[in-house]
């Protein structure tokens, strides 16, 4: 039943880190697997995938040749994260997820891809960086939280007290 209501949306940004997959995992659970098979949300999956020349860094010698197999290297890691993302979508019976890759800054491509779709929420994972490291690199998830035209939620994944 269509009631021609357009659903929420729902972007979860996704890498190749462990937090990633516990932040994707974690947002299924609680907005999707509950409502089965009649889910609230449309689920946009984003991967950033970063330019090679960013990726290689400073040019230099040697640098044209370089950046070819560090492209190549790039795409099929994102072709993974993919998979695992369509993996843990089927494992937990989530059907009609959209995925999309896009070049360029996380940062910036997960802020425009929640204009594009008019997302009400934006979910990633927490590095948990310290104040240096995040200073360095920069936090895609403070950036999203300051940037983002939406509700941010920042999932950390808990720590093992041994």
């Known amino acids: 039943m269509d009631t021609g209501e357009e659903k929420p949306v729902v972007v979860v940004g996704i890498d190749e880190s462990e937090q990633s997959t516990y932040a994707l995992e974690w947002a299924l659970d609680r907005f999707f697997v509950p409502f089965s098979p009649n889910f609230p949300f449309k689920l946009f999956i984003v991967h950033a995938k970063p330019n090679a020349v960013s990726a290689v860094g400073l040019a230099g010698p040697g640098t044209a040749e370089v950046v070819p197999y560090v492209d190549s290297n790039l795409k099929h890691m994102a072709a993974r994260v993919i998979e695992m993302a369509k993996g843990i979508c089927q494992s937990k019976s989530v059907h009609g997820a959209k995925f999309e890759v896009f070049e360029g800054d996380a940062r910036s491509i997960l802020c425009d891809v929640v204009d594009k779709h008019h997302a009400s929420l934006l979910v990633v994972g927490s590095h948990g960086y310290g104040?240096?490291?995040?200073?360095?690199?920069?936090?895609?998830?403070?950036?999203?939280?300051?940037?983002?035209?939406?509700?941010?939620?920042?999932?950390?994944?808990?720590?093992?007290?041994?």
């Open 131 to 162: 104040a240096i490291k995040r200073a360095v690199l920069g936090s895609v998830s403070d950036y999203c939280a300051h940037h983002a035209h939406c509700s941010v939620m920042i999932v950390k994944k808990p720590k093992i007290k041994g």
